[in-house]
């Protein structure tokens, strides 16, 4: 079973300041994604990365996924209230195909007071 | 267009009941799957049905079922409920490119399940 690590588990920070948020297993995933989710919603879709090294900006977060494809790490710049969240990373056994099984870490607790 | 839904928000059940979720993906999405999550484990992957079919199973036993109508929604089921079975139910729908490309999940808000 593969398992994913997020760290750190809760991360409460000050308007405007910069966080990383990490994503870590010891198997490697053809493709790893990032959810945000609110609390009474379901996650949803931030970024797929699929490349070894590949980094993807989203207005003020920049995800990368690790060269071997084991980690992936989540920036936020200048980090707002309307960022809290769970933030989840998930990583996909199978690259498209027919296998949509996703693993998923347990998640960041982001708090981002004004 | 419409987002996943899924019926109902939220439910009540006594030990040993069952119960039948719901859900509808987005329009053109024949993929479904299901997750629960709770606050010790995270979400896990229950299953996912392609086309009427279960294509992939996760780890829980046997009272948990689901299944996918030709209109590709979906129900799952649980029988004999146990208190541990308290949690957040979550659909999710996706969709494959020809080229076998996929886009990752849509996921409705979720049935929140509380057995007393």
């Known amino acids: 079973t593969q398992l994913l690590e997020q760290s750190p588990q809760f991360l409460s920070i000050q308007e405007g300041e910069n966080l990383t948020v990490y994503c870590n297993s010891s198997?490697?995933?053809?493709?790893l994604q990032w959810y945000r989710q609110e609390p009474g919603e379901g996650p949803v879709l931030l970024v797929t990365?699929?490349?070894?090294?590949e980094v993807k900006k989203l207005k003020r977060l920049t995800f990368q996924f690790g060269d071997a494809r084991k980690d992936s790490s989540l920036h936020i710049t200048a980090a707002q209230p309307g960022d809290t969240g769970l933030y989840l990373c998930?990583?996909?056994?199978?690259?498209?195909?027919?296998?949509?099984?996703?693993?998923f870490g347990k998640g960041t607790l982001l708090t981002v007071n004004p | 267009k419409a987002g996943v839904t899924q019926t109902p928000r939220y439910l009540i059940k006594t030990r040993g009941q069952q119960v039948t979720l719901s859900c509808s993906p987005i329009s053109g999405h024949r993929s479904v799957s299901w997750y629960q999550q709770t606050p010790g484990q995270g979400l896990q992957f229950l299953f996912e049905?392609?086309?009427?079919?279960?294509?992939n199973k996760g780890n829980f036993p046997g009272r948990f079922s689901g299944r996918q109508f030709s209109n590709s929604r979906s129900e799952m089921n649980v029988s004999t409920l146990e208190l541990g079975d308290s949690a957040l139910y979550l659909c999710?729908?996706?969709?494959?490119?020809?080229?076998?490309?996929?886009?990752?999940?849509?996921f409705g808000s979720g049935t929140r399940l509380t057995v007393v």
């Open positions: 999710a729908s996706s969709l494959t490119s020809r080229g076998g490309n996929w886009y990752g999940y849509t």
């Open positions: 049905y392609f086309s009427e079919t279960q294509r």
């Open positions: 998930a990583g996909s056994e199978n690259s498209g195909g027919s296998n949509y099984k996703l693993t």
């Open positions: 990365v699929v490349t070894g090294g």
């Open positions: 198997s490697v995933f053809s493709s």
